[in-house]
């Protein structure tokens, strides 16, 4: 017997994991907690400080105990729980490159104590995506590197570090996000790779995940031929089914990546794309990050409910879905009120606060100098002149985070000046204002853009002895002096300016 449409309402909010605007739960989302929403999601727009994320979950818990707060936070380029100032920690490229799994699984602990602080039970991170293509518009140094095993055991050390500290890890994109030139917020990205590819590089690091016990895995709106020649893996049975479920064993919740995504919903419409993806075995849906509000809530929940009373979404799969959450909520909160004693000791003042010490050490280690002039020597000599080239952001990093060498460079090296040019915005000759000072040219995907390759040859033309720094995936390593990052994050810059002004472990993080 098929349950009321009133019960069944109560079953698509448990699968729903909305976002929302402004720093206290609106009244809508209060509503629906007590009408059996499951999860909700927090993006920088909900973050100001400690205090106040803190009083935030808080809030949200009043309404219903178990509510999952979810958050991408990559402790990278992604943070949200940072934003303001930039993490405090290097992300997934730069504990790639220091290649010890002990420090990443570190700084995942040591990450997962300031969110469990401040309330946040699921954490959208690691990102397990083998990134081996360089070319990558959407992951480059968001994964590990674009070695499968090494990305894989530095997934398992992200999943166990984070989930020590009592906050549950998804693991995304799955099934890998690596090889792909089109960025899914825009369009579908095609994998062609055959399936013996798969197996050993892009699906490698999300059975070891599997492996490590992973509390959810998010999909990637991703074709893989390979796998399901005809639907996206979020919408796809054969892969969320028979692949996760069946081959790779997982057992917890399967979270959607954002279904605004255009990769998904450009074709089938929001509503539609969110009863296809729990049809095919999502169990999550998020959606949030573009589409905030009650009405666009209200429709996917009114889409669920009417696609099990036509049929077209059996009502098993849907308790099935609802189950899970529910499981994924038992753990977390058994987790918050057992295992999770406290912040790290590590953290110093949070995200408002100098930040996390072992994030920064962990970037120091990160940090790579290439030489090509013998001749050359690094510290700088007195305060330089700083040039940044700002690439294009994608969604998922966002436009308000800072980055950069030149402010903690002016900080070691008072004296330096700074300009940031875009693309539309350089001029002829970038290196302009640095006569009589060190040049420090600082980009972010240098090979990735033709314009910025452009502006750093002929800023090099005028002042060969410019110090190029990358903080971004160093594929392409140009100039007498290169120093490589591996990040953009508040940490990795730092770290970067320390390496210019000879600074070794200065004060003032």
Not at 1 to 27: C, E, I, K, Y
Not at 427 to 432: E, F, G, L, R
Request: with cysteine; hydrophobic share 45%.
């Amino acid at each position: 017997m098929r349950a009321s449409n009133g019960n069944l309402a109560a079953l698509a909010n448990a699968v729903l994991q909305p976002g929302f605007v402004g720093t206290v739960p609106p009244d809508w989302v209060r509503r629906l907690l007590g009408e059996g929403l499951g999860s909700v999601v927090l993006f920088s727009r909900n973050v100001v400080d400690p205090a106040q994320v803190s009083a935030l979950t808080a809030a949200l818990r009043a309404e219903r105990p178990e509510v999952i707060v979810a958050i991408d936070e990559e402790a990278g380029d992604v943070t949200r729980i940072e934003w303001v100032r930039g993490s405090s920690r290097p992300g997934n490229l730069a504990l790639g490159m220091v290649d010890d799994p002990a420090l990443t699984e570190e700084v995942a602990r040591d990450l997962g104590a300031e969110l469990a602080a401040a309330g946040v039970t699921l954490n959208y991170a690691p990102d397990a995506d083998v990134n081996s293509n360089p070319d990558n518009p959407v992951i480059g140094v968001r994964s590990f590197g674009a070695d499968a095993a090494l990305v894989s055991r530095h997934t398992t050390a992200w999943v166990r570090g984070l989930q020590s500290s009592g906050v549950a890890a998804c693991a995304k994109h799955f099934p890998g996000h690596g090889d792909t030139h089109v960025d899914s917020h825009h369009d579908l990205p095609r994998i062609t790779a055959d399936r013996a590819r798969l197996d050993a590089v892009e699906l490698a690091p999300f059975r070891a995940a599997v492996a490590a016990g992973v509390q959810a895995v998010m999909t990637g709106h991703l074709l893989v031929p390979a796998l399901d020649p005809q639907l996206p893996a979020t919408l796809s049975s054969r892969i969320l089914g028979g692949l996760l479920r069946e081959e790779l064993g997982f057992q917890g919740v399967v979270v959607t990546d954002g279904m605004e995504m255009r990769a998904v919903s450009g074709q089938y419409g929001l509503p539609g794309a969110v009863v296809r993806a729990l049809a095919a075995g999502a169990d999550a849906i998020c959606v949030g990050g573009e589409h905030a509000d009650e009405q666009v809530v209200d429709q996917m929940r009114e889409a669920i409910v009417a696609a099990v009373v036509a049929g077209e979404l059996p009502e098993e799969r849907l308790a099935e879905a609802a189950k899970r959450v529910g499981q994924l909520a038992a753990w977390t909160l058994a987790a918050r009120t057992g295992s999770v004693g406290g912040r790290a000791g590590s953290v110093e003042g949070g995200f408002e606060g100098a930040g996390s010490r072992v994030g920064l050490a962990a970037a120091r280690r990160a940090v790579r100098v290439t030489r090509t002039d013998g001749q050359r020597a690094l510290p700088l000599v007195g305060a330089a002149h700083v040039v940044e080239f700002a690439p294009p952001h994608h969604l998922a990093i966002g436009t308000a985070t800072p980055w950069g060498v030149a402010a903690p460079l002016a900080e070691l090296l008072p004296g330096t000046t700074a300009v940031r040019y875009t693309e539309e915005a350089t001029p002829a000759d970038p290196s302009a204002g640095a006569a009589g000072r060190p040049l420090v040219l600082v980009v972010r995907d240098l090979h990735r853009h033709s314009w910025m390759r452009a502006a750093v040859d002929r800023a090099l033309a005028t002042r060969p002895d410019a110090v190029v720094v990358e903080l971004g995936v160093p594929a392409l390593v140009t100039g007498p002096v290169h120093i490589a990052t591996h990040g953009a994050t508040r940490a990795c810059g730092r770290a970067a300016a320390e390496v210019l002004s000879g600074a070794a472990d200065t004060p003032g993080w």
